[in-house]
């Protein structure tokens, strides 16, 4: 096959401005690079924010869409001795709404063994972003108190069991429609967002906003952390005058990228946690609302006005 179809997005006007088109050149993989055979990509926020240019170093328009995926390895490229062709692998790289995809080798992550590809998306945006949140950066300990922004999230919802795993108490902060997802999750106490919870230890934040200025507000001063992962509800500034006279807090900023690309040791670390919380049945296979690749579109749009919950996908 020379080409493929693909979600192409061609202004930043947001997710009305993405088209499935049909003629787009299937990518060779480069030195050290895959090509996967898309099953299944995921869909999040940052998906988002790049359909309407304001997500920090994102592609500029047009491109294809999307950098999340799971599949199956068709073509290796120079130096790749694994994962190997025929391997179900998941991982990142751009271009990922659409049939085939390149990613780093490097980064390819295989699905674990009874899982399908598409229990495997967001292994790794979402669960990584998650455990690395409250352990390596959030140093959450047990019988401390977590706050989970956004607990319904694909973010969240990983949070929120994985701080119950770590003996924490856990508040999650969700719209009152899916309150009930996120207390059969294990939440200790489900809130409205900017609800009063008392103080916390540690609060998980990707909202921003006036979300944002009530997790500084909740965490407990002098040992309490933030750990901010996200803008999905807009940006707010916090000053140095803020720190030293009203929030004598710890904020700390985490993008898993370049936690990936910085700190290499760190992130392996992660994944030897991950693949023992797998065994333990504590990360379990996910259940992705999953939309056709024509769909994308819509589950992007649904994602921006909060109506979803979980983990989206698209299958191409």
Not at 129 to 154: H, I, M, N, S, Y
Not at 166 to 182: F, L, N, R
Not at 245 to 263: S, T, Y
Request: aromatic share 4%; hydrophobic share 45%.
């Amino acid at each position: 096959m020379t080409s493929m179809r693909a979600l192409r997005q061609n202004s930043s006007n947001g997710p009305e401005d993405l088209h499935l088109i049909t003629d787009v050149p299937v990518p060779a993989p480069g030195p050290g690079e895959i090509l996967l055979k898309v099953t299944a990509a995921g869909v999040n926020f940052a998906d988002v924010m790049q359909t309407r240019g304001t997500y920090e170093n994102g592609p500029e328009a047009p491109y294809v869409a999307g950098f999340e995926a799971a599949g199956v390895v068709v073509a290796v490229g120079e130096g790749v001795t694994a994962p190997a062709i025929g391997d179900h692998v998941v991982g990142t790289g751009g271009g990922a709404f659409a049939e085939y995809m390149v990613m780093s080798a490097a980064g390819a992550v295989p699905v674990p063994e009874g899982w399908s590809d598409d229990q495997a998306i967001g292994l790794i945006l979402n669960w990584v972003t998650a455990l690395a949140a409250l352990k390596p950066l959030g140093r959450l300990a047990a019988g401390e108190t977590v706050l989970v922004q956004a607990a319904a999230g694909g973010v969240g919802q990983a949070a929120v069991r994985l701080a119950k795993h770590y003996g924490a108490t856990v508040i999650g902060a969700a719209s009152p429609d899916k309150h009930e997802s996120v207390r059969a999750l294990g939440a200790d106490r489900v809130v409205g967002y900017g609800e009063e919870t008392g103080e916390v230890d540690l609060v998980l934040e990707s909202v921003g906003g006036a979300t944002f200025t009530a997790g500084l507000a909740a965490a407990k001063r002098v040992t309490g952390r933030v750990v901010v992962y996200g803008v999905a509800g807009g940006e707010v500034a916090i000053t140095n005058r803020d720190l030293n006279f009203r929030h004598q807090i710890h904020v700390i900023g985490l993008h898993l990228g370049v936690l990936i690309e910085h700190a290499p040791a760190i992130f392996a670390e992660l994944m030897d946690e991950l693949r023992a919380l797998i065994a333990a049945g504590v990360c379990v296979p996910g259940k992705p609302t999953v939309y056709d690749l024509a769909d994308g579109p819509k589950a992007l749009a649904d994602l921006e006005a909060r109506a979803t919950s979980g983990k989206l996908a698209l299958r191409p």
